[in-house]
């Protein structure tokens, strides 16, 4: 690799409410102990703030944290991302993921709730089965080393989104599951 290479930073980033079932202290511990070059962007508000700022602080990786608060419209800057991380404790099918998708990034997360059903194949080994700071860490620092990676996964995940998050065809999906449950398959056309 080229001198560039060696002083490329990972921007690893998180999209979510700064609440406790979040566990965003958790992910500032994981990515704390990644030997990789990083930046951790956490986009939210709430109130968690100080707590994750002092994991961060105590980690040693503060000004590495990037807390820019509540910003509208994520898929304007998500793409800006190298890979999305979430550590909740729990979760249903979170948007992040689906925009993290969209915009062509790979997801390092717990197993939790419908992400694992989310996303392509091919993410499916960066979704821990335990949730700990050690197997996320895990993933993101293979992740992190490994651009064309990233890349292939991210493809993976964005023609899934594109194939299965499409908003004609969840409107189209919506629209016969509601005609067949009310006895009209066909009829909400």
């Known amino acids: 690799p080229g001198a560039s290479a060696m002083t490329c930073r990972s921007v690893i980033g998180s999209v979510a409410g700064l ?6 202290p958790l992910l500032v511990r994981a990515v704390g102990g990644l030997s990789a070059r990083f930046r951790l962007v956490i986009v939210g508000e709430g109130p968690e703030r100080a707590a994750i700022e002092q994991a961060a602080l105590a ?7 990037v807390l820019p608060g509540f910003l509208e419209r994520p898929y304007h800057f998500i793409g800006h991302f190298d ?19 969209a915009a062509g990034l790979p997801i ?10 989310m996303v392509a194949p091919e993410n499916l080994p960066f979704l821990p089965e335990h949730r ?19 890349r292939r996964i991210g493809a ?15 409107i189209a999906r919506y629209t016969a599951l509601y005609a067949d449950a009310v ?6 056309d």
Not at 86 to 94: G, H, I, K, N
Not at 108 to 117: A, K, M, N, Q, W
């Open 19 to 24: 609440r406790a079932v979040k566990d965003l």
């Open 59 to 65: 980690m040693g990786i503060d000004d590495r944290l």
């Open 83 to 101: 890979l999305l991380a979430l550590s909740s404790r729990s979760e249903q099918a979170p948007i992040a993921v689906l925009e993290a998708m």
């Open 108 to 117: 390092v997360s717990p197993r939790l709730g419908d992400i694992p059903d």
């Open 132 to 150: 700990s700071e050690l197997h996320l860490r895990d993933m993101m620092q293979a992740l992190a080393g490994d651009r064309e990676g990233r």
């Open 156 to 170: 993976a995940n964005q023609a899934k989104a594109r194939a299965e998050y499409d908003e004609g065809a969840m």
């Open 183 to 188: 006895g009209r398959p066909g009829c909400l």
